[in-house]
């Protein structure tokens, strides 16, 4: 939401860099990286919903200490530690989609909770351009502190647990509560997970879990890379649209963040639609496979998400010029948010199948790639367009989303199964 205030931000605290005025607004997704590292695996060891529930809390925190910052150091310090309990979601939330659906039911559910994470920053910089426009920055992260605050009570009530160690560890200890002593004599009530989830075990192999994908799992590394490269395009389209549509089109602040909805157009439009096809097209070639599923049949719905994307900076990049009508420019930033969503939901299917029962762990080491990128991309973005002017800029993107995205379903296709079998922790069929 800060993205369009950043001309207010730069000029109450004197900021003249272009590079640090970006930081302001990327710091937060830098925090993405490595806030899952740790919160992933801790879900794994205390629960989905206390670990979601005290990250957020922490998030609340330091998003309201944002609106109070005196100046450009304290506002990236409390932005990075606002993005660390922000980040929760991102690995835990599918491992908690992973506990509760089967994979034939498991693509629908998944389709819409990526959803709202790539949605978020389309809305919120719509809405931020408002506040900024009518109010101050400050307002941008005291009205989020509010939102999130009432956010917080519904989780209190609503948020159960789902994680199955967890639950079976609750239900053994009231077992063991409620059994006459004398009954109970030589009798021990252990579930099947016990022997995995001493305290040593849990220190020693969930909190190093996720680095361990990233170093040894080859699915990891490479949907991880491409997940980069597309989580940062969302990112610099998020933080040049302003650039386009108030540099350009002249358009003022609150109209030119209207166009962030071009953005939403795109996702929640192909998003919808794969949400219908992810788990028509995992049946229909389960029942051909004779009943037996597999991660790589999440892959199909990538193909054209690997078209759309090149396309759309295409577009988008040569169309945003004064002669030619703003609504081009949208059309192409729409075809990127729709690339972009169908990438999204095939690759975080895909993990979650691969890795169920360590599906948070897994998302935390691909996260972290891909929020490295997002943190990035808007940095070199301004320097970029300035030099190359945004036909040539988004071309070279486009370019590059061809040649890592257009091959990677075809080879996950034929070589994922052989992949997995050489792995430790994913799941073999």
């Known amino acids: 939401m800060i993205a369009p205030a950043s001309d207010q931000l730069a000029a109450q605290f004197g900021i003249t860099n272009t590079a640090i005025i970006a930081l302001t607004i990327s710091v937060f997704v830098a925090a993405y990286a490595f806030g899952p590292l740790f919160l992933g695996p801790l879900s794994e060891l205390y629960g989905r919903s206390r670990v979601l529930q005290l990250a957020n809390l922490w998030y609340l925190a330091w998003n309201l200490g944002c609106g109070f910052a005196q100046n450009k150091s304290q506002l990236i310090a409390f932005r990075f530690l606002a993005g660390l309990g922000g980040s929760a979601p991102l690995s835990i939330g599918g491992g908690v989609l992973g506990d509760l659906w089967r994979p034939e039911e498991r693509g629908q559910a998944i389709a819409l909770y990526s959803l709202a994470p790539l949605l978020g920053p389309v809305i919120g910089p719509a809405c931020g351009a ?33 994680f199955a160690p967890v639950l079976l560890e609750r239900k053994a200890e009231m077992i063991r509560k409620t059994m006459d002593p004398e009954k109970a004599e030589g009798r021990e009530i252990c579930t099947v997970f016990d022997s995995d989830r001493n305290w040593k075990h849990l220190v020693t192999k969930a909190l190093l879990r996720p680095f361990v994908l990233f170093v040894r799992e080859p699915i990891v590394q490479l949907l991880g890379i491409y997940m980069a490269f597309i989580y940062g395009l969302l990112y610099l389209f998020l933080t040049t649209i ?48 004779g009943g037996a599923g597999k991660p790589e049949y999440r892959l199909p719905s990538m193909v054209p998400g690997t078209i759309l994307l090149p396309i759309g900076l295409f577009i988008a990049g040569w169309t945003a010029r004064p002669n ?27 993990v979650i199948d691969a890795f169920t029962l360590h599906a948070a762990s897994a998302l935390a080491a691909v996260t972290f790639l891909r929020s490295l990128a997002g943190f990035g991309f808007p940095l070199f973005a301004p320097a970029m367009y300035n030099a190359l002017g945004y036909g040539k800029g988004d071309t070279i993107l486009a370019i ?30």
């Open 400 to 429: 590059v989303a061809i040649v890592i995205g257009c091959p990677a379903p075809f080879l996950f296709w034929k070589y994922g199964e052989r992949i997995r079998h050489a792995s430790r922790y994913a799941r073999h069929s």
């Open 324 to 350: 030619i009508h703003w609504i081009a420019p949208d059309i192409g930033i729409a075809l990127v948010g729709a690339g972009t969503i169908l990438n999204f939901q095939c690759i975080q299917t895909y």
């Open 130 to 162: 408002w506040v900024a426009q009518k109010s101050t920055w400050r307002w941008v992260f005291w009205s989020t502190t509010i939102v999130d605050a009432i956010i917080q009570c519904f989780g209190l009530f609503f948020l159960k647990e789902t």
């Open 242 to 289: 302003p650039s386009i549509f108030e540099g350009v089109y002249r358009q003022p602040v609150g109209i030119a963040g209207l166009h962030y909805f071009a953005l939403g157009v795109g996702l929640t439009g192909a998003s919808q639609i794969n949400a219908r096809m992810l788990d028509r097209v995992y049946k229909y070639f389960k029942e051909k496979n």
